[in-house]
Protein backbone atom coordinates (compact mmCIF):
# COMPACT_ATOMS: atom_id res chain seq x y z
CA UNK A 1 0.00 0.00 0.00
CA UNK A 2 3.06 1.97 0.67
CA UNK A 3 4.34 1.68 -3.19
CA UNK A 4 0.67 2.74 -4.48
CA UNK A 5 0.13 5.95 -1.99
CA UNK A 6 3.89 6.78 -3.39
CA UNK A 7 3.18 6.21 -6.90
CA UNK A 8 -0.13 8.27 -6.41
CA UNK A 9 1.80 11.13 -4.88
CA UNK A 10 4.48 11.08 -7.43
CA UNK A 11 1.39 10.98 -9.89
CA UNK A 12 -0.43 13.70 -8.43
CA UNK A 13 3.09 15.90 -8.10
CA UNK A 14 3.00 15.22 -11.89
CA UNK A 15 0.02 15.98 -12.74
CA UNK A 16 0.43 19.46 -11.10
CA UNK A 17 3.76 20.06 -12.96
CA UNK A 18 2.33 19.17 -16.14
CA UNK A 19 -0.93 21.24 -15.12
CA UNK A 20 1.29 24.34 -14.62
CA UNK A 21 3.71 23.84 -17.41
CA UNK A 22 0.36 23.87 -19.43
CA UNK A 23 -0.94 26.93 -18.01
CA UNK A 24 2.79 29.02 -18.67
CA UNK A 25 2.71 27.55 -22.46
CA UNK A 26 -1.06 28.58 -22.83
CA UNK A 27 0.25 32.36 -22.05
CA UNK A 28 3.02 31.64 -24.01
CA UNK A 29 1.04 31.34 -27.03
CA UNK A 30 -0.88 33.74 -25.86
CA UNK A 31 1.48 36.72 -25.95
CA UNK A 32 3.17 35.30 -28.99
CA UNK A 33 0.13 35.61 -30.81
CA UNK A 34 -0.46 39.38 -29.47
CA UNK A 35 2.76 39.96 -30.57
CA UNK A 36 2.48 38.77 -33.94
CA UNK A 37 -0.28 41.11 -34.20
CA UNK A 38 1.34 43.99 -33.11
CA UNK A 39 4.18 43.56 -35.07
CA UNK A 40 1.93 43.22 -38.28
CA UNK A 41 0.11 46.52 -37.60
CA UNK A 42 3.82 47.95 -37.49
CA UNK A 43 4.70 46.41 -40.61
CA UNK A 44 1.42 47.43 -42.01
CA UNK A 45 2.51 50.81 -40.64
CA UNK A 46 5.95 51.36 -42.22
CA UNK A 47 4.56 49.60 -45.37
CA UNK A 48 2.18 52.60 -45.66
CA UNK A 49 4.69 55.04 -44.68
CA UNK A 50 6.92 53.69 -47.36
CA UNK A 51 4.04 54.06 -49.95
CA UNK A 52 3.73 57.49 -49.22
CA UNK A 53 7.09 58.50 -49.48
CA UNK A 54 7.71 56.71 -52.40
CA UNK A 55 4.70 58.45 -53.78
CA UNK A 56 6.33 61.97 -52.74
CA UNK A 57 9.72 60.45 -54.07
CA UNK A 58 8.07 60.34 -57.51
CA UNK A 59 6.12 63.65 -57.46
CA UNK A 60 9.21 65.65 -57.13
CA UNK A 61 11.30 63.94 -59.26
CA UNK A 62 8.38 64.68 -61.70
CA UNK A 63 8.12 68.10 -60.85
CA UNK A 64 11.93 68.35 -61.24
CA UNK A 65 12.19 67.13 -64.24
CA UNK A 66 9.04 69.56 -65.56
CA UNK A 67 11.01 72.45 -63.88
CA UNK A 68 13.91 71.72 -66.03
CA UNK A 69 12.31 71.15 -69.22
CA UNK A 70 10.68 74.96 -68.47
CA UNK A 71 13.99 76.34 -67.60
CA UNK A 72 15.46 74.70 -71.00
CA UNK A 73 12.14 75.94 -72.75
CA UNK A 74 12.66 79.62 -71.29
CA UNK A 75 16.27 79.45 -72.43
CA UNK A 76 15.54 78.59 -75.75
CA UNK A 77 13.37 81.23 -75.86
CA UNK A 78 15.63 83.87 -74.70
CA UNK A 79 18.23 83.32 -77.35
CA UNK A 80 15.93 83.46 -79.98
CA UNK A 81 14.17 86.50 -78.90
CA UNK A 82 17.81 88.11 -78.28
CA UNK A 83 18.33 86.66 -81.85
CA UNK A 84 15.38 88.84 -83.38
CA UNK A 85 15.98 91.46 -81.29
CA UNK A 86 19.33 91.59 -83.14
CA UNK A 87 17.54 90.95 -86.28
CA UNK A 88 15.20 93.79 -85.57
CA UNK A 89 18.35 96.35 -84.94
CA UNK A 90 20.03 95.10 -87.98
CA UNK A 91 16.57 95.59 -90.16
CA UNK A 92 16.01 99.32 -88.61
CA UNK A 93 19.97 100.61 -89.42
CA UNK A 94 19.73 99.46 -93.09
CA UNK A 95 21.69 96.49 -92.91
CA UNK A 96 19.23 93.94 -93.50
CA UNK A 97 16.37 94.01 -96.10
CA UNK A 98 13.50 92.93 -96.13
CA UNK A 99 12.61 90.07 -98.24
CA UNK A 100 8.36 88.67 -98.51
CA UNK A 101 8.06 85.73 -100.23
CA UNK A 102 4.52 85.40 -101.31
CA UNK A 103 3.25 82.82 -102.74
CA UNK A 104 -0.24 81.72 -103.63
Do not use: C, W
Not at 78 to 99: M, N, R
Amino acid sequence: MHVTAQSLTILNVTQTAVKANQNSLNKVVTTLGQFDVRLRNFSDNVNARLTETNNFFLTYLHLDLLLSEMRDLITRASILFEHFDSQLKALTLGHLSPKFNISL
